[in-house]
């Protein structure tokens, strides 16, 4: 569908806000909590946190929970019975105020866990979002969104997206039938575009490289060792960066119980030493310079080319997050001077 | 800043280490890890008040080993990390130096244990006032306060492992966390497998952990991790009048056993 501009009043916004929880939906949007903002459930407009850059974690947790039980088992006498999530019961959510580059990472995501077999529990949960996004006023130096496709106030992936114009004004933007569901119950507060003036209300993002130029490099770069060990001598291999992404979607499963237990999804990361060590105690990547490279590989080069879309968003929460600045935009740059 | 960069240039010059490990300029205002292999680099060493970071974490990272024999700039949790490990017997003697810069800039040199353990009783190896008042606050809470307290911030942990990575005395090729025959820490990050993580972390760090904070800084959902270790750090001083990280041979609080114990259990 052809996106349909309006405009809302933040007294409208609230009203909608007590429309969906009225509706039975929960509403997920950024919350201050202590000194850090993160998803929340919220209960109201006042409660969501609107100026941060960033939250610490990313909104994949929506359909991509740390931890999630994927089926239950109980054993009797050698006779296993399984039972299944009942997929009926998953939570309408609305995830509200989350950036563009968020939005878009749902599409990242959707390529993995659609990959080969879909998969039905990641599925029923995307299905079951509606994404409200909110256009970035301010962006830091970790973002990166106009390198890899995004910007500050691209509608892609978001149902409806909001712009704030000052003075309790909301540009929005109905993207898809889903957002404009969403919305009805105001449809006859939603003002007529006044010719707001979406782009003067954007943060600037200067693109940092160019994704053509990435991958014509990475392919040739992959068996330069010492460029890998330079570009990652500080890291210490944790995996805060890959659980604060919003795309990457990496698990393990762990089963719990006895006779009687639970299988459950949990996150897992590339950058652990345990991520590929096989039971025989090979490992085919030793080295964290191995698995930093794995890092980028798997985002800028081996998702573009299986599944056509790029595993990284740009929302540099990678960067923020670790404990050691390894600053993705400056790695990138590394990579598309990089003369292999 | 350029006695420190001129140290650097001097011993890379003179081969008398392969790298200088010391901080640089990082994100915005941040200062992070640099390594700096030859004179041409040293222009890049800097030292502040943002250089924050405990870099004796590298000196377990077997990539950072391989290059050489290792200068390192130390602020003073670095140096009780020192210590600490060679107590542990993780390094040698003479296998590293470590320059301290003090706030003039001037920088000393220290090639020895021996050097370090003189240099290190000279400083203040206590928790700060600061830190002292934020422990007594946690220490008037009740057993079930504290016991709500940790389980609202453990349920934010995600298991990232960042504190684990961030430490340098957490060096285990093979953490706990990785042993599954049995499972002793549950994988998943839910509320019993958070718990015990964390629990579990800072008891391995109980009279050993010399406070340098960097777990809580690695932290991403800034879970007071340094509180755990600050209050263990107290117990074992209290009880045990011992202080990690002050010398390179020490018997450990909760690792040497004696004979003679007081205790009757451990007999």
């Known amino acids: 569908m052809a996106i349909e501009t309006t405009s809302i009043k933040r007294e409208t916004l609230e009203k909608l806000f007590s429309n969906w929880l009225s509706e039975g939906k929960r509403i997920l949007a950024p919350k201050k909590l202590g000194d850090h903002v993160d998803f929340a459930l919220v209960g109201s407009l006042a409660e969501v946190s609107l100026d941060q850059v960033q939250t610490v974690q990313s909104p994949k947790i929506a359909v991509f929970p740390r931890v999630e039980e994927l089926l239950a088992f109980q054993s009797t006498d050698g006779n296993v019975q399984l039972r299944e999530r009942d997929l009926a019961v998953l939570p309408e959510t609305v995830i509200f105020g989350l950036r563009p580059c968020d939005a878009a990472a749902f599409a990242s995501l959707k390529a993995i866990f659609d990959w080969d077999t879909p998969d039905k529990l990641f599925s029923a949960r995307l299905e079951k979002i509606t994404v409200v996004g909110l256009s970035c006023s301010r962006a830091d130096e970790y973002c990166f969104c106009t390198s890899v496709g995004g910007g500050p106030g691209a509608a892609a992936g978001s149902d409806i997206l909001l712009t704030d114009m000052g003075r309790e004004d909301f540009l929005l933007e109905i993207i898809s039938e889903k957002g404009r569901q969403a919305v009805r119950s105001v449809s006859a507060g939603l003002q007529p575009d006044a010719a707001m003036d979406k782009e003067s209300r954007l943060a600037r993002v200067t693109p940092a490289f160019t994704v053509e130029k990435i991958s014509s490099v990475l392919a040739a770069l992959f068996d330069d060792a010492s460029f890998w060990e330079k570009q990652s001598l500080r890291c210490l291999g944790c995996g805060a960066c890959a659980y604060v992404c919003p795309t990457c979607a990496c698990f393990d499963i762990q089963d719990e119980g006895g006779a009687s237990g639970k299988r459950l999804r949990c996150w897992d990361s590339c950058g652990f030493g345990l991520f590929t060590l096989h039971t025989s105690g090979h490992n085919p990547r030793p080295l964290q310079s191995q698995r930093w490279r794995q890092r980028l590989m798997h985002k800028f080069s081996y998702m573009p080319e299986r599944q056509s879309v790029l595993g990284c968003v740009g929302c540099g929460r990678c960067s923020r997050a670790c404990p050691v600045d390894m600053n993705m935009v400056e790695h990138m740059r590394a990579v598309a001077e990089a003369k292999p | ?267």
């Open chain 2, 1 to 267: 800043m350029e006695d420190l960069r001129n140290k650097a240039r001097e011993l890379l010059a003179a081969k008398a280490v392969q790298v200088v490990v010391g901080y640089g300029r990082g994100t915005g205002a941040s200062r992070r890890a640099v390594f700096i292999q030859s004179a041409a680099e040293a222009g890049e060493l800097l030292f502040d008040n943002a250089c924050r970071q405990n870099l004796a974490v590298y000196l377990m990272k077997p990539e950072v080993r391989k290059l050489g024999k290792m200068a390192l700039v130390a602020i003073p949790a670095t140096l009780r990390t020192i210590l600490q490990l060679a107590s542990e017997n993780q390094i040698q003697d003479l296998e590293l130096l470590a320059l301290v810069p003090d706030a003039s800039g001037a920088v000393t040199q220290l090639a020895t244990f021996a050097a370090i353990e003189a240099h290190v009783v000279l400083q203040d190896n206590d928790l700060s006032a600061a830190e002292k008042g934020e422990l007594q606050k946690y220490e008037i809470m009740g057993m079930e306060q504290r016991r709500q307290f940790w389980e609202e911030h453990f349920s934010r942990c995600l298991k990232c492992y960042a504190c684990r990575a961030a430490c340098p005395l957490c060096y285990c090729s093979r953490c706990t966390v990785e042993c599954n025959q049995p499972q002793w820490i549950p994988v998943p990050a839910h509320d019993l497998g958070n718990l015990e993580w964390n629990i579990m972390r800072a008891m391995h760090l109980a009279g050993r952990c010399i406070n340098c904070g960097d777990c809580s800084r690695a932290c991403p959902v800034g879970i007071p991790l340094h509180l755990l270790n600050q209050k263990l750090i107290s117990e074992v001083y209290t009880h045990f009048n011992s202080r990690s990280g002050m010398a390179a041979k020490a018997d450990h609080a909760m690792s040497t056993f004696k004979p003679n114990d007081a205790e009757d259990f451990i007999r």
